[in-house]
């Protein structure tokens, strides 16, 4: 078992910036790489960016990158997400995931262990 646990978000102004972070424990050995997505109210959640467990390649999807880096403290055995000019549609529920062995970092149903959602609201 995994276990990960979200924090860092809130109300932000569009152009500012947040960073979310993600603990994770338990079994954090199995663990190959991590990844965010998003939920905004009445959409399906959606693939924002992942790293590697040993933080040597990151992804990201079209919509934010640029915008958003995402690293890991592997002392801390956390992983961030730095979001810079934010925009009213980053508005959403975030979480972080940890894939089953194979599972592709941008496929959510490829993912067994979720985090419980940090809400990112930005404001026009």
């Known amino acids: 078992q995994v276990q990960l646990v979200e924090s860092g978000g809130g109300l932000v102004q569009a152009g500012g910036s947040l960073r979310l972070s993600c603990a994770a424990s338990g079994r954090t050995f199995s663990i190959y790489h991590i990844g965010w997505f998003r939920q905004a109210p009445g959409k399906e959640r959606e693939f924002v960016a992942a790293?590697?467990?040993?933080?040597?390649?990151?992804y990201y999807a079209d919509s934010v990158k640029g915008r958003f880096t995402v690293s890991r403290d592997k002392s801390k055995n956390t992983v961030y997400l730095q979001m810079n000019n934010l925009e009213p549609e980053d508005t959403a529920v975030y979480y972080c995931?940890?894939?089953?062995?194979?599972?592709?970092?941008?496929?959510?149903?490829?993912?067994?262990?979720w985090g419980q959602g940090t809400q990112v609201t930005v404001s026009s």
């Open positions: 790293i590697s467990w040993s933080g040597s390649s990151t």
């Open positions: 995931a940890v894939p089953r062995p194979g599972g592709r970092y941008s496929h959510s149903d490829e993912y067994d262990y």
